[in-house]
Each structure stands twice: as structure tokens, then as C-alpha cells.
């Protein structure tokens, strides 16, 4: 299974809303990452979890709040988020969070939020 | 510190021509370079990676790169373009903790009939 699957496909949420988006990888990386990709732009990192604890922080607003409950699992968490959040978030996976020619990240199809 | 550039941010070629997509990467430390491709709507894809292996690097889809460390390239090519390949494309290089991807702005190829 080389898969990374996240839901929702698409979100729709309020200002005041509280909601969160899901990943899931089984093929036993050890690194996971949120990425956030506007239109047109190629994505941007957000958040790498290593071995389930955060280890890179891109100064992402607090509005946003990564979890990594086991291996196999990313979460990210919304509240109070800006129209200017509206964007494909991308969640990504690697064996591990370090260099080499073989840790290519594998990508899921994303979640499409639209925040009014 | 890392980085790519992706010359060209749209290509347009017609059915059954040649695809080429520019790439190039600055690097202080051998560079671990990638290819992904988007299709609308959807994730990222890996196409192809450079290993060290072998210069010409042969991916999915009948795409190949070629890395050239004097000219501090890694092109994208496919001898033969389908309507099927237009897409946006992303060149990536690993940053030097092995953290995090860097990518290109993306070119979006166009095959036309």
C-alpha cells in the first residue's frame, strides 16, 4: 500500500467554525508533513512531524494546530481560520526526515477548503 | 542554502512532439532532486527522482530527466507529448536536513491536437 489518503476532499467552513482535516499513510514512514498550496503556486511546508513529534514549525498562525496521534495518523485542526486560508492543504509522507536519494515524500490528493 | 528553478512557466507543445521542461538547482551539498506532477484538482505524484546511480533518469509515463552537475540541471523530457501529460510540473530539491522539499514555481504543460 503506497498510499496517503486524506479527508475530507473538500471543506466548507465558517469563520467561527472548528473543524479538522485527516491523513493516513500505512506503509510505515516515519515523517509526515502538511503542506498548504494555493492556486497556481507550488505548495508550501507547513508542519513536518518526525517519529510523532513535531519537529519543524514554519510559523504557521495558531489558528492552525498539527496532531500526530500514532505513525499512521496526521491531523490538522482549524478554528478562527481567514477567507485568506482558502487553499488545497496537502499532507505528505516519507520513511524518514532525513536526507537521502530513496526518502521522497508521497502525497495525498488533498482537501480543498474554502473558508467564507 | 537549496533551491530550484524551473524556467518557463508554460509550455505548450502539440500532440506527439517533443516535452521539455527546464530545470535548475543550486546546491552546496550533492543535490537529492525530484520530479512531481499535478494533475488538476489532485495531489502530487513522484515521476522521477535522481539516485546517483545514472545521470539519465528514467520515471513514469515515459518521462526521463537527465542531471548535469556542470550546468546544475535536471530537465525533464518525453519524446513524444499525449494529451494525457498536461498538467502542472514541480521540480524539487530536499533541503539539507532531508526535512523538507523545495520546489520550483511549477510550468504548466499544454498539449494541444
Known amino acids: 500500500d503506497t498510499e496517503v489518503t486524506q479527508t475530507p476532499k473538500h471543506l466548507v467552513m465558517g469563520m467561527t467554525n472548528k473543524k479538522s482535516l485527516k491523513c493516513e499513510q500505512h506503509m510505515g514512514h516515519r515523517a509526515m508533513y502538511w503542506y498548504k498550496q494555493k492556486a497556481k503556486k507550488p505548495p508550501e511546508l507547513m508542519f513536518v512531524y518526525s517519529y510523532e513529534k513535531l519537529s519543524i514549525n514554519e510559523s504557521v498562525p495558531s489558528r492552525f494546530s498539527p496532531e500526530c496521534p500514532n505513525s499512521s495518523l496526521l491531523n490538522l485542526h482549524l478554528h478562527a481560520l481567514q477567507p485568506e486560508d482558502s487553499a488545497l492543504y496537502l499532507c505528505?509522507?516519507?520513511?524518514?526526515?532525513?536526507?537521502?536519494?530513496?526518502?521522497?515524500?508521497?502525497f495525498g490528493p488533498g482537501t480543498r477548503l474554502t473558508v467564507l | 542554502a537549496q533551491s530550484v528553478t524551473q524556467l518557463g512557466s508554460h509550455v505548450s507543445v502539440s500532440e506527439g512532439a517533443l516535452v521539455l521542461l527546464r530545470c535548475n538547482y543550486s546546491?552546496?551539498?550533492?543535490?537529492?532532486l525530484f520530479w512531481y506532477v499535478q494533475y488538476p484538482n489532485q495531489g502530487l505524484q513522484l515521476l522521477l527522482k535522481?539516485?546517483?546511480?545514472?545521470?539519465l533518469v528514467k520515471g513514469i509515463n515515459g518521462f526521463e530527466a537527465e542531471f548535469k552537475k556542470s550546468e546544475t540541471s535536471f530537465h525533464l523530457t518525453k519524446p513524444s507529448a499525449h494529451m494525457s501529460d498536461a498538467a502542472e510540473y514541480f521540480c524539487?530539491?530536499?533541503?539539507?536536513?532531508?526535512?523538507?522539499?523545495?520546489f520550483g514555481k511549477g510550468t504548466t504543460l499544454s498539449v494541444s491536437s
Open positions: 524539487a530539491v530536499s533541503n539539507q536536513a532531508g526535512t523538507a522539499l523545495i
Open positions: 546546491s552546496s551539498v550533492p543535490p537529492y
Open positions: 505528505a509522507s516519507s520513511q524518514d526526515a532525513t536526507p537521502s536519494y530513496d526518502n521522497e515524500q508521497f
Open positions: 535522481y539516485t546517483s546511480a545514472a545521470t
